[in-house]
């Protein structure tokens, strides 16, 4: 039985109209009430459609980007937009001119660091923390950079026209919002740990070069260099853009005025002995636009697919890229990719990021079976990535999660192997098998496939591609007809873009699997 209403109670005497309540007032206070009703039946309906179409539209596709730092986790992230996101893609194109400048001015640099080193008649360089292929135990030290060889006033020339380029780089790192540190890896101490994921904090000090802090992301970073309508913002906002526009147009002056003497510098015979006696492959490595300077470094200069596809920005912490596919079966999809920081001090943050996972993408980096960690230089990356992927494939977290695993830079690997680096004196399971890049991609698929038998928790598939997520462009020079440069360039593209769409059929299979079991037909 109900409580009756009584006349003391506040609500109802607040509710109740006046005692002196006029006709007329009665009247105004009833359409009051009548516009009131129909507000609220307003919010109610337009609650009830969001319900509605919030039951209707799909779920995003979580996907995670996992793997060891350089692995090539953003040019991955960087492929699926370009294939998918196309809109989004061009938006950002202009914004990439300053990544693209910075990475050909950190390379420039770099050489002229080990140019001042010879000069100077040292064999030590600022940039000695590059060399990958040296190992710190076994390998033989590098001779005198200028052992032999014979430096002139040239060089010396060289270096003093290119010195305004260090003021270029900094700007350039100011205005992409963080700055660049040299390198310092572990060179003692108690181990780094490959998968930190209960929390074990990694030891010793990560070496850092340009990156992008978690608080902000490439994707910010992009945004600062974005040009926006004159008319948008305060006055203040409208001084700082017109101020960050001046200084992008008097580097890009200075990196023009300067575009002859990079060329000169990279393709001069001596400087190249020079690399090569520390044992700098510049060529392979990320980011490297030397080959292009003379595109780049123009006035005029507009970053192509391939150049955004190259550049390298490394992110720290953790990023969420949220985009809608624009094309092909899962045009209209919602998608959330999140690019992990992959240096080993960094992998404890992974784990809040496992629940809730459609897929992971694993990359292992298999052309680095003969490098070491820049972070840690007492482990191999090849063993890394052996550690890494077990610790993931164990995880009771990610039982039920689709992995896709990405054995890439293969290109690099076949280009390795046929220099004659012996896949066994590396990996000594290897044993006496051929040492050519089929072989070796099949014993190492084979691997990690067993691995991953071995460890999951519960039996799953596993899609595994060999891949090569930077089309490196051939140069002209090297081919002797057009239609061929042509026809092989294409097919480059065309294996890129059949590598992605395999990933998003594989993580599309995984996600229907689930669904059918979740729904008992499995």
């Known amino acids: 039985m109900g409580r009756s209403l009584d006349i003391d109670d506040p609500l109802t005497a607040a509710l109740a109209p006046p005692p002196d309540e006029t006709p007329a007032q009665r009247a105004e206070r009833e359409r009051r009430e009548a516009h009131a009703r129909h507000v609220n039946d307003e919010i109610d309906e337009l609650l009830r459609a ?15 980007l996992l793997g060891q730092s350089e692995s090539g986790k953003s040019t991955t992230l960087k492929n699926f937009q370009l294939a998918y996101a196309r809109n989004a893609w061009q938006e950002e194109r202009a914004s990439w001119r300053a990544v693209v400048q910075l990475n050909l001015l950190r390379s ?26 040296v190992d710190d135990d076994d390998a033989t030290p590098p001779p005198p950079p200028a052992a ?4 002139s006033e040239t060089h010396k020339l060289l270096r003093l ?9 900094a700007d350039l790192e100011r205005r992409l919002g963080s700055g660049a540190e040299e390198p310092v890896s572990v060179a003692g101490g108690p181990p780094t740990v490959a998968a930190p994921f209960d929390g074990t904090p990694a030891a010793g000090r990560r070496p850092q070069e340009f990156y992008v802090r978690s608080s902000t992301g490439w994707k910010s970073a992009l945004d600062r260099l974005r040009p926006r309508s004159s008319s948008a913002g305060s006055r203040e906002e409208a001084q700082e853009r017109a101020r960050r526009e001046r200084d992008a147009e008097e580097s890009t002056a200075i990196i023009a005025g300067c575009c002859e003497d990079m060329h000169a510098l990279w393709t001069d015979s001596v400087v190249r002995q020079l690399l090569t006696a520390r044992r700098l492959h510049l060529e392979d490595s990320a980011g490297f636009f030397l080959d292009d300077v003379q595109r780049v470094a123009t ?15 490394r992110t720290m912490g953790v990023q969420e890229y949220h985009f809608l596919f624009e094309r092909g079966a899962e045009a209209g999809q919602e998608w959330l990719m ?16 496992f629940d809730d996972i459609n897929a992971i993408i694993f990359l292992a980096p298999i052309s680095a079976f003969d490098e070491k960690l820049a972070e ?7 063993e890394d990535s052996f550690l890494l992927w077990k610790a993931v494939c164990a995880n009771r977290l ?38 050519t890049s089929g072989t070796v991609a099949k014993y190492l698929r084979t691997k990690f496939r067993d691995m991953s038998k071995n460890y999951s928790p519960e039996p799953r598939p596993i899609y595994t591609h060999l891949t090569s997520v930077i089309v490196r462009t051939p140069r002209r020079a090297s081919l002797p007809f057009p239609f061929f440069f042509r026809a092989l360039t294409a097919f480059a593209h065309e294996q890129d873009t059949k590598a992605t769409a395999l990933t998003l059929g594989a993580v599309r299979e995984g996600i229907l699997r689930e669904h059918l079991r979740g729904a008992d037909f499995l």
């Not at 026209?161 to 780089?169: D, H, K, W």
Request: charged residues 30%; glycine residues 6%.
């Open 50 to 64: 969001e319900r509605l179409a919030l039951k209707k539209k799909r779920r995003p596709v979580k996907v995670l």
């Open 148 to 151: 032999g060889l014979a430096l």
């Open 299 to 313: 006035h005029d200069y507009e970053p192509s697919d391939d150049d955004i596809v190259r550049a390298r920005l």
């Open 108 to 133: 420039v640099n770099l050489i002229l660091d080990v140019l001042q080193s010879a000069l100077a008649g040292s064999g030590a360089s600022s940039s000695a923390y590059l060399l990958d292929d």
């Open 161 to 169: 026209r290119l010195a305004p380029l260090r003021r270029v780089q």
């Open 398 to 435: 990610l039982a039920k999660t689709q992995l896709v695993l990405f054995l890439n830079k293969c290109d690099l690997l076949g280009k390795k192997l046929a220099a004659g680096v012996q896949m066994r004196d590396y990996v000594p399971s290897f044993g006496d098998r051929s040492n």
């Open 338 to 353: 999140y690019d992990v920081g992959g240096t080993r001090s960094l992998r404890q943050a992974w784990a809040p990021f």
């Open 376 to 382: 840690d230089r007492r482990v191999n990356r090849l």
